[in-house]
């Protein structure tokens, strides 16, 4: 069995201060994490990734992610947001089989950046 | 540059006629998947294709169906719409080639479907 929960469906920040999105998943297998962000009526785009190399990734536009095996976790960060970091942000965790690509999306998170 | 493409952007149809939405790819990838997203809710994964091999998720209706004629354009075919079929369509690839685990998916920006 393969799940994402995004424990935080809102989170709102001021300007200027960190950013923390959380991200907890299960997976029977050695999964691949990403963090993907939506802006509204956009596509997705990449932040970044863990694929068993190191344990913390740094992504663009300053965000990085912590892989914590012992916690299943794989939270989000960014020291200090900015006013176009407003948006929606996606876990996922996908892991491959025999060919046959298993994805599973979190419920994501919209954060909402007050000026 | 190198993208996923999705045609046309914004696509309306009727209920009950059917209708094709595409999806090209210029990064040469060997996966392509589908995706549905409704307002206010995370991408849910309709089937994808592996190289030639269809996946299809086991909770995607038979209304769907997708046709993958060469590496680099994917169909999503939706044979009778319905009003809760309006969505946002996503196509994404990858490149799952060689050893390792999963690589990156690529989105294309979507088509929006509306069913009236």
């Known amino acids: 069995a393969q799940s994402v929960t995004q424990l935080d469906s809102h989170v709102s920040v001021s300007e200027g201060t960190p950013v923390l999105l959380r991200c907890n998943y299960s997976?029977?297998?050695?999964?691949?994490l990403f963090w993907y962000v939506q802006h509204p009526n956009k596509g997705l785009q990449l932040l970044l990734k863990?694929?068993?190399?190191?344990?913390l990734v740094k992504g663009i536009n300053g965000f990085e992610a912590e892989f914590k095996k012992s916690e299943t976790s794989f939270h989000l960060t960014k020291p200090s947001a900015h006013m176009s970091d407003a948006a929606e942000y996606f876990c996922?965790?996908?892991?491959?089989?025999?060919?046959?690509?298993?994805?599973?999306f979190g419920t994501g998170t919209k954060l909402q950046v007050i000026p | 540059d190198a993208m996923v493409i999705q045609n046309p952007r914004y696509q309306v149809t009727q209920f009950g006629k059917p209708v094709t939405l595409s999806c090209s790819q210029t990064?040469?990838?060997?996966?392509m998947y589908w995706y549905q997203q409704k307002s206010s809710q995370a991408p849910k994964l309709l089937f994808h294709?592996?190289?030639?091999?269809?996946?299809n998720e086991a909770d995607t209706p038979d209304n769907f169906q997708s046709r993958r004629p060469n590496t680099s354009f994917c169909f999503l075919d939706i044979r009778s719409p319905g009003l809760g079929d309006a969505a946002m369509y996503l196509c994404?690839?990858?490149?799952?080639?060689?050893?390792?685990?999963?690589?990156?998916?690529?989105f294309g920006p979507g088509t929006r479907l509306l069913v009236l």
């Open positions: 294709y592996y190289d030639k091999d269809f996946n």
């Open positions: 990064l040469n990838h060997n996966v």
């Open positions: 994404a690839t990858s490149s799952e080639r060689g050893a390792g685990g999963p690589r990156t998916q690529y």
């Open positions: 863990y694929t068993s190399a190191a344990t």
């Open positions: 997976s029977s297998y050695s999964p691949s």
């Open positions: 996922v965790v996908r892991t491959n089989s025999g060919g046959y690509q298993k994805v599973t």
